[in-house]
């Protein structure tokens, strides 16, 4: 038996201001800030996006949809994530596990983390129990613990289907 196993990383920075709905893994969490984007700026599905689409060896997210095109303004992430994952079953790929590192001082992820990989899930067609996401502070150091700024880093398995 041959496997057929392809991994990606991808990796996003927004920075974050005041009066932004804070999407995060394509859910909107309560925030006194959100991060600010040509699109709904959700770091955490712009990078799964570039992981999952960078494991099949397709164009990254920002070739997908420019962000200086007005079709993409204010646009939600899902949107993005319905094409990653329509573009790399057309070439007969699937995800076998997505995991994700979200670095913020704040809003604080536990609550909303059940959520946040119940969406992710629905989003990229693999069980819950395949994703993960883990919050870190920025330890009050540097623009993300500044709260200037949120990243998000992740990587993606996919299979031969
Ligand atoms: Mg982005």
């Given at each position: 038996m041959s496997l057929d196993l392809r991994i990606g990383v991808g990796v996003d920075v927004h920075r974050l201001a005041p009066d932004r709905p804070c999407m995060v893994g394509g859910v909107e969490i309560p925030s006194d800030v959100g991060p600010l984007g040509h699109s709904d700026g959700d770091a955490v599905l712009h990078a799964l996006c570039d992981a999952v689409l960078g494991a099949a060896g397709l164009d990254d997210l920002g070739s997908l949809f420019p962000n200086d095109a007005a079709v993409n303004k204010d646009r939600p992430s899902a949107d993005f994530c319905t094409e990653a994952l329509r573009q790399i079953q057309s070439k007969g790929l699937r995800v076998i596990s997505l995991d994700v590192v979200l670095e913020t001082e704040q809003?604080?992820?536990?609550?909303?983390?059940?959520?946040?990989?119940?969406?992710?899930?629905?989003?990229?067609?693999?069980?819950?129990?395949?994703?993960?996401?883990?919050?870190?502070?920025?330890?009050?150091?540097?623009?993300?613990?500044?709260?200037?700024a949120m990243r998000a880093t992740a990587v993606a398995l996919l299979a031969g289907s």
């Open positions: 809003p604080r992820l536990i609550p909303y983390r059940d959520a946040i990989r119940t969406r992710i899930a629905e989003l990229f067609a693999v069980d819950r129990d395949r994703v993960n996401l883990k919050g870190k502070s920025g330890e009050k150091v540097g623009p993300i613990g500044r709260s200037e």
